[in-house]
């Protein structure tokens, strides 16, 4: 079973940044699509970013410009979030791509909390 680490969240102030990291247990083949997912406390879970098997990407409005995903070497999935606001405070998770595949059980997720 494909099973997913998120790391790299935190607290930052507004306009700062952090990076986060998301390992599989399972190898993430090239050929599925990821994606990062955030869920705020009262919200729904959402799809802010994601990448293609073949490295296209897309985001949410709320976060372009400011977020980037991409792929590592080791199929290792990032996200870089840049000039952070305080309603980018979530959980963070990383899954499978919902635009293209159906997303597997969900990991604790990494915490970011935007604050000043």
């Known amino acids: 079973q494909v099973q997913f680490v998120e790391s790299g969240g935190g607290l930052v102030q507004p306009g700062g940044s952090l990076r986060l990291s998301c390992a599989a247990s399972?190898?993430?083949?090239?050929?599925?699509?990821m994606g990062w997912y955030r869920q705020a406390p009262g919200k729904q879970r959402e799809l802010v970013a994601g990448i293609s098997s073949g490295g296209s990407t897309n985001y949410v409005e709320s976060v372009k410009g400011r977020f980037t995903i991409s792929r590592g070497a080791k199929n290792t999935v990032y996200l870089q979030m840049n000039r952070l606001k305080p309603e980018d405070t979530a959980v963070y998770y990383c899954n499978f791509d919902s635009n293209f595949h159906i997303p597997v059980d969900w990991g604790q997720g990494t915490q970011v909390t935007v604050s000043s």
């Open positions: 399972g190898s993430i083949l090239s050929i599925y699509a």
